[in-house]
């Protein structure tokens, strides 16, 4: 029985999506349904037997604590946070809130349960921690990727609060023995990534014929991951990682935002060229605005220690994976159209 926090986001739902699919665990997901989850998301698989939803907020131990008591969980897969990083400069509180209270929450209520278990149980315990690679700051343009090795050194509200959290969860385990594993990721991308997000934010946009909006020069550079393999990866350093040991997940693949974007173009022209509203073409709509502040320039992973000691690579090519993601939005509008009017917030009634 895996604890997911979070599974009614872009990377939770795809996780548990996953472990349904590929594994035999059984798994009981938490959230709080933020603006961000979205339980049509697991419309799917949610009379599956092997899976349970629990509405409730990490910050709130007494409902934790409820969790763990019922489901007896043998491992915490900790995804729930505040994630947008724009978000995070406007108000950055509840990123404070979630990231790093809600982490520090959880991870009270788990050593108390995990003191609980017998000696077998409690080596065989795991607490996954899942960070980005935000925590380590920029790259100039010839500096090495990130390792597990390289200093913390956040930029945004956003990226200092994961990096909080991923010292919280190391000093539960150097002080407690909590048995943790943490794993620092590069952008995701692929189905069921909330709109306002650079990828999914640009496919929609172009088709709703508005401005395609991108910050400053457009040549910040970030290394893209398809959603599946993160989470492929995600669940061979639950299950092989060492306890203690991080793990940098990355897509070996670095693209300039531009770039990004002016792909999205190309694929709308070839895949629903008669759906342009008020112009000629998608690329038209293209408009530079002024930089985000404190705007990371460069991201970039070195993942060959997951490679090599878990055997784990990116399976998806970029642009076949980015094709498949336009098509997605364009072939689904049921599920973008409710976030878009909002309505998807009342499909969470009843189900709680
Ligand atoms: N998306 C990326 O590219 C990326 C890259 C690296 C790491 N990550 C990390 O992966 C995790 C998941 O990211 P995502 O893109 O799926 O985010 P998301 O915003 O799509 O999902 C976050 C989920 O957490 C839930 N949540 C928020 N606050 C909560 C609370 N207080 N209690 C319980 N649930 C709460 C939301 O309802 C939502 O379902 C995050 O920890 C993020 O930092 C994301």
Not at 103 to 123: G, I, N, P, Q
Not at 155 to 179: C, E, F, I, M, Q
Request: glycine share 6%; charged share 20%.
């Amino acid at each position: 029985m895996i604890l997911i926090t979070g599974g009614a986001g872009f990377i939770g739902s795809t996780l548990i999506r996953y472990l349904l699919a590929h594994t035999q665990e059984s798994i009981v997901n938490l959230d709080a349904l933020s603006y961000s989850g979205n339980l049509d998301s697991l419309k799917d698989v949610a009379n599956s037997e092997r899976y349970h939803f629990v509405h409730a907020d990490i910050c709130d131990a007494n409902s934790v604590k409820q969790v763990f008591d019922q489901f007896k969980p043998t491992a915490v897969m900790h995804l729930a946070a505040e994630s947008h990083v724009d978000r995070s400069i406007d108000n950055a509180s509840a990123f404070m809130q979630t990231n790093i209270i809600g982490t520090f929450t959880l991870l009270e209520v788990c050593r108390e349960y995990w003191s609980t278990l017998t000696t077998d149980a409690k080596a065989a315990f795991r607490f996954h921690h899942i960070s980005t690679d935000e925590v380590f700051g920029d790259l100039s343009s010839d500096e090495a990727p990130f390792s597990e090795q390289t200093s913390y050194k956040p930029s945004s509200p956003y990226s200092a609060s994961k990096a909080s959290s991923d010292h919280l969860v190391n000093a539960w385990h150097r002080t407690y023995g909590l048995p943790v594993v943490v794993s620092h990721c590069s952008n995701n991308y692929g189905p069921y990534q909330f709109p306002e997000k650079l990828i999914p934010h640009t496919i929609l946009n172009a088709l709703a014929g508005k401005p395609l909006t991108v910050y400053g020069n457009g040549l910040q550079v970030r290394d893209w991951l398809h959603v599946e393999d993160h989470v492929r990866g995600l669940y061979q350093v639950l299950t092989h990682g060492e306890v203690g040991q991080s793990y940098n997940i990355g897509g070996l693949n670095q693209v300039t935002n531009i770039d990004v974007v002016n792909s999205i173009c190309e694929l709308l022209e070839q895949l629903a060229p008669e759906a342009k509203q008020g112009c000629q073409s998608y690329a038209e709509l293209i408009t530079y605005v002024d930089d985000r502040p404190g705007h990371d320039s460069r991201y970039a992973i070195d993942a060959s220690k997951i490679q090599a000691q878990l055997g784990w690579q990116p399976e998806h090519d970029f642009k076949l994976g980015l094709a498949a993601t336009v098509k997605w939005y364009i072939d689904n509008p049921c599920w973008w159209q409710q976030i878009l009017t909002g309505d998807y917030r009342l499909n969470r009634l009843g189900k709680g």
